[in-house]
């Protein structure tokens, strides 16, 4: 009898087990095509992973790195969509900062002074109408005026370290003279500094050589930095704790050689910072990606005047409905600071048919866009592109852009002042024999635009400038 018991309890267990891992099997995927659709919604907090292998060279080389993809795909959909996994990952991250944040957040609200504790008013805000066009002439200057730094405090709160950035929940206060400022998530690398120094000693050779290597086919070559907060000397003064790398972006800076201009995007104060870069999201903003515009044109324009000016900005389309959470909220996964979205109001020329500029607008007109929480608004709005054409301008130039996620808000308005653009992401590991590539699409200009984490440290490992192959 009792044999026989047991004999049905394994029975039963191992059908239960199947049944689960049956269930799991069948609702993973399923729940990922519903959510796709529409249908259900799913708290994505996007913990996807990398293929943990890459094949350099190779007869089976092709197939070995998508067999690599495959692996890690299927290990992010049969981790991101297991029944309730956003939810309880939110749940248990935020469990010990929402003891926190009620107290820092009471802090912020008496620090206000009493005539502002209600309105919250944003530094620069801009909005459609024709009163507000922005002059490019003007946005792309560097900010000479002085700082609020001083006359601001700022209460912070470490959410999240997850081995690259300890995120910072940051608070800002300031005196009666001072317009309040809404709270902001922004992060501190997490790299010793001999790793960061040894880095960028690598980064720097790899530029210097496809510097030397674009002046040599006759093209002319330029550098933009999308700079990070604590890339300026004042982040030490919100986030006391951690360093400013400052010293080692102006070293950067001073060492590469050869182009025909450098330049980095602005946050060289508090304000600039608040303007040109969201303030839940790693990516610049609707002004900072068109202030990054100016600043690349205009550097261009001194050498290569047929380009042209930067295109006027009409404005901003602002999206009310859209409470955005960006990159650092959902690494974070820290919800309680949320943000308006809005992107340029710009007139393009005429681009080939084959070769638009394709965006999301309709949808986020019509409330059709994405509404989960940490919906990623910033990659959803514009297609990603290579390539680009203006058949009508007729500058004579071409230019080749080495970029990253930042040239998905920026790409497709630089290539409005050239004929045709192509983009080249290096995290493609797609190998560019550098001098054929500059021959065969009649390449007269590149610019070298990256994260200022990825072009200085590499830190995510996924820009291996060895591809642009120079030898």
């Given amino acids: 009898m009792e044999q026989t018991i047991s004999i049905f309890r394994n029975r039963l267990y191992l059908i239960i087990t199947c049944a689960i891992f049956l269930f799991l099997f069948i609702w ?13 919604k799913t708290e994505d907090i996007r913990n996807y992973k990398d293929p943990e292998k890459f094949y350099e060279s190779g007869v089976f080389s092709g197939i070995l790195n998508e067999i690599e993809k495959g692996k890690a795909g299927l290990e992010n959909l049969y981790t991101n969509y ?20 009620p107290f820092v957040e009471l802090l912020e609200y008496f620090d206000k002074p009493e005539s502002k504790q209600t309105d919250s008013i944003k530094i620069n805000d801009i909005n459609d109408s024709d009163e507000n066009d922005i002059n490019p002439d ?28 300890r995120y910072y929940a940051i608070y800002p206060s300031g005196g009666e003279n001072i317009d309040f400022i809404d709270s902001l998530i922004d992060t501190a690398l997490s790299f010793p500094e001999d790793i960061l120094r040894a880095n960028m000693e690598i980064q720097i050779e790899h ?62 104060t508090f304000e600039k910072r608040m303007e040109n870069i969201f303030r839940t999201d790693h990516h610049w903003s609707a002004l900072g990606a068109y202030s990054g515009y100016c600043d690349i044109i205009n550097m261009i324009n001194k050498v290569s ?37 809005s992107v340029m109001d710009i007139d393009l020329p005429e681009p080939d ?12 007109a ?49 290539a409005a002042n050239f004929d045709e653009t192509y983009v080249y992401f290096p995290w493609d590991r797609k190998k560019l024999n550098y001098d054929d590539y500059i021959w065969e699409n009649n390449i007269t200009d590149v610019v070298c635009m990256l994260f200022s984490d990825r072009i200085l440290f590499n830190i995510y490992n996924d820009c291996p400038l060895e591809n642009i192959r120079t030898d």
């Fill in 207 to 268: 530029i210097n050589r496809i510097s030397a290597a674009t002046s040599k086919s006759g093209a002319n070559f330029y550098l933009y930095v999308g700079k990070r907060m604590q890339d300026a000397e004042y982040f030490t003064k919100i986030v006391p704790d951690e360093i400013s790398t400052a010293l080692y972006f102006n070293e950067f800076m001073d060492r590469i050689e050869g182009t025909k201009g450098k330049g980095a995007l602005n946050v060289d």
């Fill in 28 to 40: 993973c995927p399923l729940n990922y095509i519903l959510s796709e659709a529409g249908i259900i």
């Fill in 138 to 165: 003007i946005i792309s200057e560097t900010s000479v005026s002085v700082s609020i730094i001083d006359q601001l405090k700022f209460d912070t709160m470490m959410v999240e370290n997850d081995g690259l950035h």
């Fill in 366 to 414: 019509n409330g059709t866009f994405n509404k989960g929480r940490f919906a990623d608004h910033y990659s959803e709005y514009y297609s990603i592109g290579s390539r680009y054409v203006y058949p009508k301008n007729n500058t004579g130039r071409n230019l080749l852009i080495i970029g990253d996620s930042f040239t998905w808000w920026s790409a497709w308005l630089i």
């Fill in 82 to 101: 297991l029944p309730m996994y956003g939810e309880i990952v939110i749940f248990l991250k935020t469990s010990d900062t929402d003891m926190q944040v």
């Fill in 305 to 341: 005047p047929e380009i042209g000016e930067p295109i006027p900005l009409n404005g901003l389309i602002t999206y009310d409905e859209v409470r955005m959470r960006g990159s650092a909220s959902r690494i974070s996964s820290f919800s309680r600071i949320e943000e308006k979205f």
């Fill in 353 to 364: 048919s084959k070769y638009k500029v394709r965006n999301n607008a309709a949808s986020y």
